[in-house]
């Protein structure tokens, strides 16, 4: 559902133009686009990290080069707007969205298809700019392409729709901040708490107690009414942790109050109504749980209007650093800034996280409250027991650099882009690490500050 200020607030996008037949967009798109609150600029006199169209009136090879120039890292978004004079079959669509295509929007003339391409562009600049405020940045860290997609999935139906959210991923990697932010981004007019309860704790004998709440003398020890979860949650958000561990005959006490909103304390007659949002959250495969019958179908298909999967941290290990930085601030005192040691930085990076981001946030922790003075952690903060923890420390390449570079030669990437797309990323990771200090950055590189911002000045040369 589109909001009062999605849809009034002003957009600028960029746009870039492919083959002979424009060098713009016609002015009849740029007027209506206009008229709907998003002016387009070229892309050479934007920084396009927001939303832009690459308008199509070239080959579908030449679209597909120009997406991955745009977005070779696959955070950008780009709408891809194939010309009138243009047919496009299926197959070309999502060759498009392989390339980095975020959607395909045929220009036909028509003002429904202005309208359908300045509400997506409004819709991507709304959700990006709710991604880098403080409440979202300050509590779910990490710039990864994996981490950035799922904010951006979880962040729109957070703000945007009412739909009941799963959550899944492996223990560890946020989920119950995730909730958090939902409930956080959630526009409900006089919106109430978030109540949580963690389905690991709700036992069969208390669990109608614990979900609907009793009257006094309902059962043996009820001296008192008291409300349960989904009367608490009326007005508020109900997160219910790890919902894929309650026993099948629990999981059919939701059924009707997930359905119809209505629920009975325990030894009452009257039915009581209850408004709330929903958020469940479960470490299992909720489709491998569904076709093994450990969890109800219907019940599935009620809690996962929107599903979304919190990578692990193996899979956003560009992640490790910001956030082992983020932690730090937690321990240190607030007048020391937080400063990592190659060799530390090396050993965060390469060790194993089976606990994900909980677990790399006890190991920084520890090592925190080790260190002492306002010099860099360095290896002597490292907590005995866990120098044995990481195998070749000091190697380098490793075998991650050789995957990544497997993968390249499989697509076709040749070796000119391989070693561009090396020292591209290389900057951008110590800019990142260093946040965004040019001298600290060049250091790590081993180059001098001018050579830094030379690079970064072709880079953008090139881009134009």
Same mark, same amino acid.
């Given at each position: 559902m589109d909001s009062e200020a999605d849809s009034k607030a002003r957009t600028t996008a960029w746009y870039r133009c492919v083959g002979a037949g424009h060098r713009s967009p016609p002015e009849s798109i740029s007027s209506r686009l206009r008229d709907s609150n /998003?002016?387009?600029? *070229?892309?050479?006199?934007?920084?396009?990290? +927001? *939303? +832009?169209?690459?308008?199509?009136? &070239? !080959?579908?090879?030449?679209?597909?080069?120009?997406l991955r120039e745009l977005n070779p890292? +696959?955070?950008t978004r780009v709408l891809a /707007? *194939?010309?009138s004079g243009a047919t496009l079959a299926v197959?070309?669509?999502?060759?498009? $969205?392989?390339? =980095?295509?975020?959607?395909?929007?045929?220009?036909?003339g028509t003002l429904d298809t202005a309208d359908a391409i300045s509400a997506r562009l409004r819709r991507w600049s709304a959700v990006d700019s709710l991604l880098a405020a403080p409440a979202v940045r300050s509590r779910l860290v990490g710039s990864s392409p994996v981490w950035i997609?799922?904010?951006r999935q979880l962040v729109e139906a957070a703000a945007f729709t009412d739909a009941s959210i799963l959550l899944t991923g492996e223990s560890g990697v946020g989920k119950e901040e995730a909730a958090r932010i939902v409930h956080s981004l959630d526009r409900r007019r006089d919106k109430r708490d978030l109540v949580v309860l963690d389905c690991t704790t709700v036992v069969p004998e208390l669990s109608g107690s614990e979900f609907f +709440?009793?009257?006094?003398?309902?059962? !043996? &020890?009820? $001296?008192s009414k008291r409300d349960g979860a989904f009367a608490l949650a009326d007005g508020g958000t109900l997160f219910l942790d790890e919902v894929g561990e309650l026993a099948p005959g629990l999981q059919t006490q939701l059924l009707r109050v997930i359905q119809d909103r209505t629920f009975k304390r325990v030894g009452a007659d009257a039915w009581q109504h209850t408004s709330f949002r929903l958020v469940c959250a479960t470490n299992r495969d909720p489709v491998e749980e569904v076709a093994n019958g450990r969890f109800r179908r219907d019940l599935y298909h009620r809690i996962a209007a929107c599903s979304c999967t919190l990578p692990s941290l193996r899979s956003r290990t560009a992640d490790i650093l910001p956030l082992s930085y983020h932690f730090l601030r937690e321990v240190l005192p607030a007048e020391v800034e937080p400063a990592l040691d190659p060799a530390v930085q090396e050993f965060l990076v390469k060790r194993d996280y089976p606990g994900n981001v909980r677990e790399l946030r006890q190991v920084v922790l520890r090592m925190g409250k080790r260190h002492v003075g306002r010099s860099p952690i360095t290896v002597g903060d490292i907590p005995h027991d866990e120098l044995g923890r990481v195998d070749g420390l000091g190697r380098w390449p490793d075998?991650?650099?050789?995957?990544?570079? =497997?993968?390249?030669?499989?697509? &076709?990437?040749g070796l000119k882009e391989i070693g561009r797309v090396a020292t591209d990323t290389a900057m951008r990771?110590?800019?990142?690490?260093?946040? =965004?200090?040019? #001298?600290?950055?060049?250091?790590?590189? &081993?180059? !001098?500050?001018?050579?830094? #911002?030379?690079?970064?000045? @072709? @880079?953008?040369?090139?881009? !134009?």
């Open positions: /998003v002016d387009i600029a *070229p892309a050479e006199s934007l920084v396009h990290a +927001g *939303p +832009g169209i690459l308008w199509l009136s &070239g !080959t579908l090879d030449d679209a597909v080069d120009a890292d +696959g955070l /707007v *194939p010309d197959s070309a669509v999502w060759r498009l $969205v392989n390339a =980095g295509a975020s959607d395909v929007i045929s220009w036909n997609a799922m904010l +709440g009793h009257e006094r003398g309902a059962f !043996t &020890g009820a $001296v075998a991650r650099f050789d995957e990544a570079i =497997g993968h390249a030669l499989a697509i &076709g990437v990771l110590a800019l990142h690490s260093e946040d =965004g200090n040019l #001298q600290r950055a060049a250091r790590r590189l &081993g180059v !001098t500050d001018r050579a830094l #911002q030379l690079r970064r000045a @072709q @880079q953008d040369a090139e881009k !134009t």
